[in-house]
């Protein structure tokens, strides 16, 4: 891991996301701002994280509105259209709002503290999106969150945001240039314009003397940004929160460019033998109105199931009873026991998060 200054932090809940902040831990600060709940719901998510807890309804719910972005960067699945109609249903797919307030609303009841109503999207594209963040924080969750682009956030918008209730606020930048952002941003703004973004938000933020949300930024490092990654670590760290740096994973195993936007330090010699997965004992995704148990059920497209990773869908059924279900019981089971390789899908991702020369050579012959 990095070495920074002993003014910088640094901390990951997952071992492939490490974030970095100035001065404390962003957990802490939340915690101070916040008080004892979010204390004791870190706590949980922590055991959790450890494998040592089940709770009676997850901690976080997930939940993917659409699959809409204003971007088509080339490494995700959003930027190939191909994908897009081999992964997901075109009809009544999205989650609408009265969708989204039956989610909240489950979750309010079993006093579930965390949310991110936002996935592989741009949510400000969605024109009452902060409403989408203001009703889960009027049923009381703790820790609501999103990623965006920065491109759509006015002034309008920023202000709308700071009001939202929403607790942190992610921008997906991936670069330090402008010539580097084009090329991994490919249809994005200049990259200039939205640093103007981020700055504006933050002055709103000080301004107003908002203590929420937090702000910060990301980098996916990948083959051709990855010599960016320390002046953008050195420039974003005294300006933002929290600066959060992780690996790229491919959404899909059947595209060979995928697989070059590793970076050498990623491809392990040998195999990684033991992998203990926390997900399904923390959160649930919902995506189409399908309920899974973890954020890389993009592995194998809807209609080819032998491994099928589908607990629920919040049209016929609950939330509660896809966390409680045998099917789910059964995945926490084979991580707790280490035994990955008895999913399918399981065994793609750890392959795909950890890959090996060999796993990368053998996708590539097969496709």
């Known amino acids: ?9 640094n901390y990951t809940t997952d071992g492939k996301v490490v974030h970095y902040s100035k001065l404390e831990n962003i957990n802490d600060k939340l915690s101070k701002i916040i008080g004892k709940k ?9 055991d959790a994280n450890k494998l040592n807890l089940i709770t009676e309804f997850p901690l976080f719910l997930h939940v993917e509105l659409n699959q809409t972005c204003n971007y088509q960067c080339p490494h995700c699945i959003i930027g190939n259209p191909d994908e897009v109609k081999k992964y997901y249903p075109k009809k009544n797919a999205d989650i609408n709002f009265n969708d989204y307030k039956k989610i909240v609303d489950e979750g309010s009841e079993y006093n579930c503290p965390s949310i991110s109503p936002q996935g592989d999207n741009e949510p400000l594209l969605i024109k009452n999106f902060e409403d989408y963040l203001y009703y889960a924080y009027k049923k009381n969750f703790i820790d609501i969150m999103f990623n965006t682009n920065g491109s759509p956030l006015t002034i309008r918008r920023a202000q709308k945001i700071l009001d939202s209730g929403v607790t942190r606020v992610r921008i997906s930048l991936d670069a330090y240039s402008d010539e580097v952002y084009k090329k991994v941003r490919v249809g994005a703004i200049d990259l200039e314009k939205v640093h103007r973004n981020i700055f504006q938000l933050l002055e709103l933020k000080s301004k107003g003397n908002y203590k929420l949300p937090i702000i910060g930024v990301s980098f996916c490092k990948m083959k051709n940004n990855e010599h ?14 929290f600066v959060s740096i992780q690996n790229y994973i491919p959404p899909t195993i059947n595209k060979v460019k995928y697989f070059d936007f590793y970076t050498d330090d990623q491809v392990l010699k040998k195999e990684k033998k033991t992998f203990n997965c926390n997900q399904p004992y923390q959160r649930v995704v919902i995506r189409n109105h399908n309920i899974y148990p973890c954020c890389v059920t993009l592995a194998i497209p809807e209609d080819e199931k032998k491994d099928n990773l589908i607990i629920g869908n919040i049209k016929h059924s609950t939330i509660f009873k896809a966390w409680n279900s045998n099917k789910m019981k059964n995945l926490r089971m084979i991580h707790k026991e280490g035994n990955y390789k008895k999913n399918n899908i399981c065994n793609n991702c750890v392959n795909l998060n950890y890959p090996t020369k060999k796993f990368i050579e053998k996708l590539k012959n097969n496709i």
């Open 1 to 9: 891991m990095k070495k920074f200054s002993s003014e910088i932090k």
């Open 228 to 241: 960016e990654e320390k002046l953008f670590e050195e420039f974003w760290t005294d300006k933002v929160d």
């Open 38 to 46: 979010f204390y004791d719901y870190r706590k949980k998510w922590d």
